[in-house]
């Protein structure tokens, strides 16, 4: 059994017999014995995996761009419309006419951002029509709205709607004008529509499995609606009496979790891990792996988990910038939702739909976003005599109305 690591697991996927040599040079790959494909889909609402790129292209519900088009909606790619660029390619802003989709000028149509991929082989080209084949057929307010897509002897483009807010993983961890820390009740916000997407991929109508739920794949719209991105790594669920799917492991360290990188066997509680800690970021607004944390915080999970089961103690935890902003019943809620979503045993994860349930509540209650003075006292002692005085002003002050907590703003897309 070979392993191999960098930031991002990557490795088979679901439509191609092509080799693991054959592998993009940043994958983090675990061969596990018994590899097998993906399922397919029972549910009528969506069609049966295709096994062919000739299948999955006619069957996608999509619009099908020449490379010409894609230009002139770009500005020929001009490097003033880079709004995002990562390992995969750059994203550039563009426009569209909204009933036909041709390329129109600047300022008129609808903004559109197109994601033009490396040349860098044949995992690029996988993850690719992954994305077309997945985010063709399916259709959720929390999914990302693939518009078309373009392939063109080596050029291999995906058009999406423009989503002006950016990525959660922005507004979280970028400092900065562009980037304002987001108030308890938006992180909430976030949560919620994050794990309504979650539960609709697992639902019976698309039985998908994310694989790759993280802040840097979730965009978000004008009204900070959350909608999940990057289906490149995703995989059909398992079907019959199968209660997993065995694959390479793939995913992004410090999200993955714990029993799918021991085995490779990959179930719906894989994605609940994963949300759990993308909650425990909005929690606490570090990164899953920081390496420049103190010795013993780099690795979130690990650090937090002690202190989220414990009243006093969860303090240690939250987000130092959301202070006054919510209670200490709902802050409590939360950490006990991201527990247990994190536990080492599936069994004692909750389903998508159940995290769903327990975020609307929180939701509709407004619990989570109305500040005790008394609760937050306990939490200024808890911090210590240094940080006393300072909290005890800001409780005074948020009494008179006179505290002003940072609003987000508008910020680039980056997928």
Request: overall charge positive.
């Amino acid at each position: 059994m070979g392993s191999c690591w960098s930031s991002r697991v990557k490795a088979e996927s679901p439509f191609s017999s092509a080799s693991a040599s054959e592998e993009n040079s940043r994958s983090i790959c675990k061969d596990q014995n018994g590899l097998s494909g993906s399922s397919s889909h029972s549910s009528a609402s969506v069609p049966p995996t295709p096994r062919t790129e000739g299948d999955i292209l006619q069957s996608s519900n999509l619009k099908s761009f020449t490379l010409s088009e894609l230009k002139s909606a770009t500005r020929n790619f001009r490097p003033d419309s880079v709004l995002g660029e990562g390992g995969f390619g750059s994203v550039f802003k563009g426009w569209i006419d909204e009933r036909t989709l041709a390329a129109s000028k600047p300022g008129s149509g609808i903004v559109i951002a197109v994601k033009r991929l490396n040349q860098d082989g044949l995992q690029g080209h996988r993850e690719w029509l992954a994305e077309v084949n997945y985010l063709g057929q399916l259709r959720h307010p929390n999914l990302v709205k693939l518009i078309g897509y373009c392939l063109e002897d080596e050029h291999r483009l995906l058009v999406y709607e423009f989503l002006s807010r950016g990525s959660l993983e922005n507004h979280l961890f970028r400092r900065g004008s562009y980037f304002q820390p987001l108030s308890w009740n938006l992180r909430m916000k976030v949560a919620f529509g994050a794990a309504k997407g979650l539960a609709y991929l697992h639902s019976d109508e698309a039985k998908v499995i994310y694989r790759d739920f993280k802040a840097s794949n979730i965009l978000l719209d004008t009204h900070y609606n959350a909608k999940l991105s990057d289906f490149g790594l995703a995989k059909d669920g398992p079907t019959g009496d199968k209660s997993h799917v065995s694959t390479r492991v793939m995913g992004t360290y410090g999200y993955a979790a714990p029993e799918y990188l021991a085995t490779g066997h990959l179930t719906a509680k894989s994605d609940v891990y994963s949300f759990g800690v993308v909650l425990l970021e909005l929690l606490s607004g570090r990164r899953a792996i920081d390496k420049n944390r103190p010795h013993g915080e780099h690795n979130l999970v690990e650090w937090a988990k002690p202190y989220l089961a414990h009243k006093r103690k969860i303090f240690r935890v939250i987000d130092g910038r959301l202070e006054g902003q919510y209670s200490l019943g709902g802050a409590q809620k939360v950490a006990s939702l991201a527990l247990n979503c994190l536990s080492m045993d599936t069994k004692f994860r909750p389903t998508m739909d159940e995290v769903v349930s327990t975020l609307e509540q929180l939701q509709e209650t407004k619990e989570a976003g109305k500040p005790l003075v008394a609760e937050e006292k306990v939490r200024a002692r808890s911090l210590g005599s240094s940080g006393t005085k300072s909290h005890l002003k800001i409780l005074e002050q948020s009494k008179t109305g006179n505290v002003a907590y940072p609003r987000p703003s508008a910020s680039p897309l980056y997928l």
